[in-house]
């Protein structure tokens, strides 16, 4: 079995562990044992009626907004997962990037990455500032999962009215902006790569910013390196260099790499992103 075969088999397996409570698929019942005190390392919404554990992205929100202290503890648990696995997360273990990538193999003109696509990469970062820290805080609601988060309305927002009558006759505005939104994102992701992965992903975002530091990656030998960008120009991310705050850390750029350099396991320490591999004329 291939690298790439390796990984997807990981993505559906931490999909079906996440949300491993499979009576709640019949009955909408969600699952509120031991388990769900613990944060899975992916974007899987806690009220998904298959969840066994919880959102860090929603723990935290809803730990700010409850005014119930600082959440030390979701916050580590995260600092955690990006110390050790940086955006690995996303490459093996986000039940929702798996999710994208099936939907970018629909047949179908795709949108390629450019300049404008890597400034778009910037928007998570206030998203996660505003909407996970700042609303949370000074509104009292958890900001991202109530008004944005894609993920929670497909795995949640989508089923809880069909095993609840009385819920549709809730329903409101901000049901209705929520659904076109997951529409939205469901339909830019099979035209355009891992597009909420990429641009929206708060969570994404922060485990970005340990991708230098993690013990876990994609390594590059400096002396084999000819810093040609084959890397660059083959992966679908906006990354500039391996192991910038882009790269999930898949592995794919191995297998284009003209002399080798790039060793794909994860299990040692990542090198960083100090070498120029970038593309010609970005």
Same mark, same amino acid.
């Given at each position: 079995m291939d690298r790439e075969k390796?990984?997807?088999l990981t993505q559906a397996v931490a999909a079906v562990l996440y949300n491993a409570h499979l009576p709640g698929f019949a009955t909408g019942r969600l699952y509120r044992g031991p388990?769900?005190?613990?944060?899975?390392?992916?974007?899987?919404?806690?009220?998904c009626p298959g969840a066994?554990?919880?959102?860090?992205?929603?723990?935290?929100?809803?730990a700010l907004a409850g005014g119930r202290g600082f959440p030390l503890y979701v916050l580590g648990l995260m600092l955690l997962f990006g110390a050790l696995l940086g955006r690995l997360v996303c490459a093996f273990l986000c039940p929702f990037g798996l999710l994208q990538e099936l939907l970018y193999r629909l047949p179908g003109r795709?949108?390629?990455?450019?300049?404008?696509?890597?400034?778009?990469?910037?928007?998570?970062?206030?998203l996660f500032v505003i909407f996970v820290i700042l609303i949370p805080l000074y509104v009292g609601a958890p900001g991202f999962c109530k008004w944005i988060c894609p993920a929670g309305t497909l795995e949640a927002g989508v089923l809880h009215p069909l095993y609840t009558p009385a819920l549709r006759e809730l329903l409101g505005a901000t049901y209705w902006w929520k659904i076109s939104?997951?529409?939205?994102?469901?339909?830019?992701?099979?035209?355009? /790569?891992?597009?909420?992965?990429?641009?929206?992903? &708060?969570? +994404?975002? /922060?485990?970005g910013l340990f991708n230098r530091i993690s &013990?876990? +990656?994609v390594r590059v030998d400096e002396d084999k390196c000819v810093r040609c960008g084959a890397c660059v120009r083959h992966c679908k991310m906006d990354?500039?260099?391996?192991?910038?705050?882009?790269?999930?850390?898949?592995?794919?750029?191995?297998?284009v790499c003209p002399t080798g350099a790039i060793?794909?396991?994860i299990f040692h320490r990542a090198e960083k992103a100090a070498h120029p591999q970038t593309e010609k004329g970005n």
């Open positions: 390796k990984r997807r388990l769900k005190r613990v944060c899975a390392p992916g974007l899987n919404c806690y009220s066994v554990a919880s959102c860090p992205l929603g723990s935290l929100q809803n795709k949108i390629g990455k450019s300049r404008w696509t890597r400034r778009l990469t910037y928007i998570k970062y206030p939104l997951a529409v939205t994102t469901v339909g830019l992701c099979a035209f355009c /790569f891992r597009a909420f992965c990429r641009f929206v992903c &708060p969570l +994404g975002a /922060f485990y &013990p876990v +990656g990354v500039r260099k391996i192991n910038d705050t882009e790269c999930i850390r898949c592995g794919g750029c191995a297998g060793d794909p396991r």
